[in-house]
């Protein structure tokens, strides 16, 4: 991602809005994304950004987390990374459907399986220092051969 | 990021309108406001979403809460004014097949 912007955010859910609103600005400069993608796009950056700061819960306020966004010709990627406990990813267990009623006794589970679907492509890299999560979304073929730059 | 919440007492219904967006930040703001509700009587609530352009999966852990707290005390919790977008990631999450949506 050499070209593009990079963010750095306490971990505190007052910052998801403005997360969501530069990731947004940023990706619709390139004018051939349709607003369903910047939609999809908007809620998946939501998700990964929701999980770092939720990860930071017993961490030092001091520690960051770092959002970069970046364009090239043909897809937007956004990296979320947090320095929070790793997890599994291959080990999460699907939370079931919501027609089952003990599963409305859990409110949680849909952030991961929201970014799959949202998202082209995705990767969590997670170990014992912090996660990373890649997002990928494609985007259509542009007249304009000139690369977005943003730094 | 501040949920503007407006409520209107009709029938046995509390309607909340809502403006802004459900999220991490302001989801615990909503989830307060429905535990209230029912707390004093008032089981039965729609969420007027019209003003409502983004929800997070916090934001719909909040309404699934708000519907097993308010069904398992003989009401429910209803949501009108969906946007299209809105629409979808209720379908994609399964969350129309438990929650009542009503176009007005």
Not at chain 2, 70 to 85: A, K, P, Y
Request: charged share 25%; glycine share 10%; proline share 4%.
């Amino acid at each position: 991602m050499t070209n593009g912007i990079t963010l750095e955010i306490p971990a505190k859910a007052e910052y998801l809005s403005l997360v969501r609103a530069v990731v947004v600005c940023a990706a619709a400069l390139d004018s051939g994304v349709e607003d369903q993608r910047l939609e999809d796009l908007r809620l998946a950056v939501s998700e990964a950004t929701t999980n770092a700061i939720r990860s930071h819960a017993n961490l030092g306020s001091e520690e960051r987390i770092t959002i970069r966004c970046g364009l090239t010709t043909d897809r937007i990627e956004v990296e979320v990374q947090d320095r929070g406990p790793g997890f599994n990813p291959d080990k999460l267990e699907p939370a079931g459907p919501l027609n089952q009623p003990e599963r409305l006794n859990y409110e949680g589970g849909f952030g991961i399986p929201l970014m799959r679907v949202l998202a082209d492509e995705i990767k969590i890299n997670s170990a014992d220092e912090g996660t990373t999560v890649q997002l990928v979304v494609y985007t259509p073929p542009s007249n304009d051969s000139s690369q977005t730059s943003m730094t | 990021m501040i949920l503007g919440i407006n409520e209107q007492f009709r029938d046995n219904w509390v309607l909340l309108q809502i403006n802004g967006e459900i999220d991490m930040a302001t989801g615990p703001e909503l989830r307060q406001r429905i535990v209230q509700y029912v707390q004093e009587g008032h089981a039965h609530i729609i969420l007027d979403l019209t003003n409502v352009d983004f929800i997070d999966s916090t934001g719909l852990g909040v309404l699934i809460g708000g519907l097993k707290r308010t069904r398992s005390n003989g009401g429910d919790l209803q949501c009108i004014g969906l946007s299209e977008s809105l629409k979808e990631m209720f379908k994609l999450t399964g969350l129309d097949t438990v929650l009542t949506q009503e176009d007005t």
